[in-house]
């Protein structure tokens, strides 16, 4: 029997005003599902479940299909693509959000084709969480739930949110997220309390500072990769989660090993993503490129 | 010939009044030198050059000496030891000063002893500039000059410190200081420059998310190790960098792989540091208690 390492991916798929202190770019393709279509599909076959309006264009629903992202999930309605305008400082931390439309997303109700119904690897893009639950409720056996959410679900929707968690096995945040969800400022407590709310799997981002995967065989940190250019950090949370994702469906395992190698190429998929705007830099990255960058982080660990 | 693996520290013995969300403590042992000494003797044998006063206590000097610590070089002068009083805040972030009396220090010119000046391992503690380039030039064909700072002495003694800093090897620095003195907001710029000014061996402490090594062989990480019961982190950096410098002495090599494992060391000894006032915890410490604490340290950045 043909071993079946697809991934389904819900989320947004939008136009993206950004400005970075590094340059601007208007109507920029970005959206949490695009961006992790875009990254995972250098792993393995991915499905995509998203909204799009009449302006998307034709041409990048193409260029999405020809890096082998199934498109049967994606719907295109009368309307507006989802818009996001936004801003980074100087430091380029968190964006200042200047602008948000909804658009044809208002009225999203994700439907998984009956194509996508067994895909064993499901990743919940950062959408409200009623609609991830949606997700959850129609896949069937998958092998892995993985997540993604923000404070404004952590604060606006505890109770869809708590009873999303329940059916996850691993959930994907950053550290102000991890401390906003369980209340403890120890980011260890902290992960032993998200656990009891659901999710035995734990990865904490940390942004500059690397990454940190709680398994239930032990804890394993990854460092940043070091940027001296950085460009646009608009996505790179969705690609470190398709790296994450990507890793593990192309290796098909969740054992300890795989979790701490898809960090590192999560990683690694993260700084690219921040080494241009949109996916300009994800896109057309070989294998190569890759693996040499993981190497390269593997190094910087590396006591030998 | 009889391999020589000694270490010389400069810096201050103090007493410190603490508060931390933990705790209080009043006439807490305290002092840059002291925390090095005392973190560094369990490593190798400790020379100090430090000036206390008539109220330091007898026992005290007697306790650094059954330490292995060699106090030949511990001036004691008539008037009051150095003293801090300090309060850490909710996150146990940076302490605020509320009190600094320099007392005996404010007359302070070590003196390093005869007996002294061939030490091959030199570590100048966080004091003026001057005062430690003093030092620098008393003592004869070391192998090694380590030196911390602070953010007090970059902006308020730039040129002696860029007289200094051309006269050691490795700097120990935190985040902030690294861009205070560089100007870089990147660290890996930051790095760049600081090794323009002299150092060709930076290590950059970045609290709870760990160290980072620059060294002309490479870069390298490692984590915090996860705390979950913090009491104190007043002297942490001392200790840390007691661990590093009484690794590299113990194994007497300043090869990429030492250096690395030193950085592990280092971090485990800062661990202990915040896990009791002072260095309640770190004294008593057994070399099983610290190599325990360096292999988990270990497991946590292993990809096997």
């Not at 507006?80 to 931390?93: K, V």
């Not at 790296?243 to 395992?253: C, E, F, K, L, W």
Request: proline residues 5%; charged residues 20%.
């Amino acid at each position: 029997m043909k071993k079946s390492r697809e991934i389904l991916i819900v989320g947004s798929v939008a136009f993206d005003d950004v400005e970075t202190p590094a340059g601007r770019r208007e109507r920029s393709l970005g959206g949490s599902a695009q961006y992790f279509a875009v990254g995972a599909s250098h792993f393995a076959p991915v499905r995509l479940v998203a909204v799009v309006g009449d302006d998307f264009p034709e041409e990048r629903v193409a260029a999405l299909a020809a890096r082998g992202v199934d498109l049967n999930g994606l719907e295109r309605v009368p309307g507006q693509t989802f818009f996001w305008r936004g801003r980074y400082g100087a430091d380029f931390g968190d964006a200042e959000t200047l602008d948000t439309r909804l658009n044809v997303f208002a009225d999203f109700a994700p439907k998984v084709p009956a194509a996508y119904k067994h895909t064993p690897y499901v990743f919940l893009g950062n959408i409200h969480p009623a609609l991830q639950e949606q997700v959850v409720d129609q896949v069937v056996e998958p092998k892995l739930i993985g997540c993604d959410t923000m404070n404004f679900w952590i604060s606006g929707e505890p109770a869809a949110l708590a009873q999303l968690l329940r059916k996850i096995n691993l959930l994907i945040i950053n550290e102000g997220e991890a401390r906003l969800l369980s209340g403890e400022k120890n980011l260890f407590k902290a992960v032993a309390k998200i656990k009891e709310m659901g999710p035995q799997l734990v990865i904490i981002k940390k942004g500059a500072h690397g990454a940190a995967l709680f398994h239930p065989e032990g804890v394993f940190f990854v460092p940043a990769f070091p940027l001296s250019a950085l460009q646009d950090p608009t996505g790179a949370g969705d690609t470190f989660a398709s790296g994450v994702m990507g890793y593990i469906a192309q290796r098909d395992s969740l054992d300890f090993k795989t979790f701490k190698m898809a960090l590192v190429y999560g990683t690694a998929m993260a700084s690219f993503a921040c080494e241009g705007f949109s996916f300009d830099r994800v896109a057309p990255l070989t294998q190569d490129e890759i693996h040499a960058r993981a190497e390269q982080l593997k190094a910087m660990m590396s006591l030998d």
